[in-house]
């Protein structure tokens, strides 16, 4: 099974389009055996669609509400909450918005055949051999933060129990390339999987989202992180990653030996 999740907002929100997402989930094969979803919503928003509505498509729905916050720059703490909220048979993660479409029938299944325990999947790789040794650099970060393509992140949920969250900023598709990056930078590991592209992104001016923020290790726009802590934690969480596969594998073997 497949869990997606996102948090949405309607007041006040011109790109948000749930209604599209949903049914562009059903056009792709979306069902009740196949794929989920879990949403959040802010509790002093005045347009949440009501249950009939969510009840009226055949996969499960499981909607939250709870106060705002921070926003947009709070939402790597929403996704964590809901991603303990998955059913237990789900094997992959895809973080959303309700901006998004998608596009091919047939990616739920692509996605969930899959028997990988660590794996991040989506159709474009981070161009990890370009950016070893130079990912820090102003000029590197400019690109592979807005221009791998990655937008919809995808992981194992094993990835996620392993890293324990979605970052400390808002935007877990450019975290998700620094993990890649420093994977392949600093143990030579490889866990991106390569399959069809199967979203597009709504017309907008991007803009609608954005707003102050408190955090200072978001990436986001034309910002970086100005706490340089931000990238030895991701680094931590890439070797934590690592050592959960060697460790995983030398049990297997010692199964298969006994």
Not at 5 to 17: C, H, M, Q, W
Not at 170 to 186: G, K, M, S, V
Request: hydrophobic share 35%; aromatic share 14%; with cysteine.
């Amino acid at each position: 099974m497949l869990t997606i999740i996102l948090t949405s907002r309607v007041a006040g929100n011109r790109d948000s389009n749930i209604k599209l997402l949903l049914d562009s989930l059903v056009f792709c094969g979306g069902n009740r055996q196949n794929c989920e979803v879990i949403v959040k919503y802010d509790d002093d928003d005045d347009e949440i669609p009501d249950a009939t509505f969510f009840g009226s498509y055949p996969f499960n729905i499981k909607q939250f509400i709870w106060s705002r916050g921070e926003g947009r720059h709070g939402f790597h703490l929403d996704h964590f909450y809901l991603f303990a909220q998955r059913n237990l048979e789900s094997t992959f993660v895809l973080l959303c918005a309700d901006d998004f479409t998608f596009t091919r029938p047939g990616f739920i299944e692509d996605i969930i055949s899959i028997k990988k325990d660590y794996c991040f999947v989506g159709p474009n790789r981070p161009r990890v051999e370009l950016y070893a040794g130079n990912w820090h650099k102003h000029e590197c970060m400019e690109i592979w933060k807005h221009n791998e393509g990655v937008s919809l992140p995808c992981f194992s949920t094993r990835c996620i129990e392993v890293l324990q969250n979605y970052g400390w900023q808002c935007n877990a598709d450019n975290w998700q390339t620094l993990l890649t990056i420093l994977l392949h930078e600093q143990f030579s590991v490889d866990i991106w999987k390569i399959i069809p592209a199967f979203f597009t992104r709504n017309k907008s001016d991007g803009m609608s989202g954005y707003s102050k923020t408190y955090n200072n290790m978001e990436i986001d726009g034309s910002r970086n992180a100005k706490n340089e802590y931000y990238y030895r934690l991701v680094y931590q969480q890439a070797k934590n990653v690592y050592l959960n596969i060697l460790f995983d594998e030398h049990v297997k073997k010692m199964k298969t030996d006994h």
